[in-house]
Nanobody, 124 residues
């Protein structure tokens, strides 16, 4: 059974940094793709970043240059380094994983597996 466990969320002032981690259990992180998505109150889920088995990455436009996704396959941990945080980055952040390569073309919010989320709050 696949289990994704996020950690690293918290409260930070605008301009600050946070690094989220996602430990994957029962899932081979060398599989098709993993990613992060977020959901703010009253808003739809939004894919933030993704990484495929070949190491290629993708980012939502508003986080490009500020967020970095990375994967430590040896430890089965996915990371999201976030810097220059803005109030609009405030949301629940979820780790997601997919085993079907064809689904990696889509938004991380639509991947098959997801964690319980970790809250990120940015105060201005």
């Amino acid at each position: 059974q696949v289990q994704l466990v996020e950690s690293g969320g918290g409260s930070v002032q605008a301009g600050g940094s946070l690094t989220l981690s996602c430990a994957a259990y029962g899932y081979d992180t060398r599989s098709a793709c993993m990613g992060w998505f977020r959901q703010a109150p009253g808003k739809e889920r939004e894919g933030v970043a993704s990484i495929e088995s070949d190491g290629s990455t993708g980012y939502e436009d508003s986080v490009k240059g500020r967020f970095t996704i990375s994967l430590d396959s040896a430890k089965n941990i996915l990371y999201l380094e976030m810097s220059s945080l803005k109030a609009e980055d405030t949301a629940m952040y979820y780790c997601a994983a997919e085993e079907n390569p064809l689904r990696c073309w889509g938004d991380a919010a639509d991947y098959t597996y997801r964690g319980q989320g970790t809250q990120v709050t940015v105060s201005s």
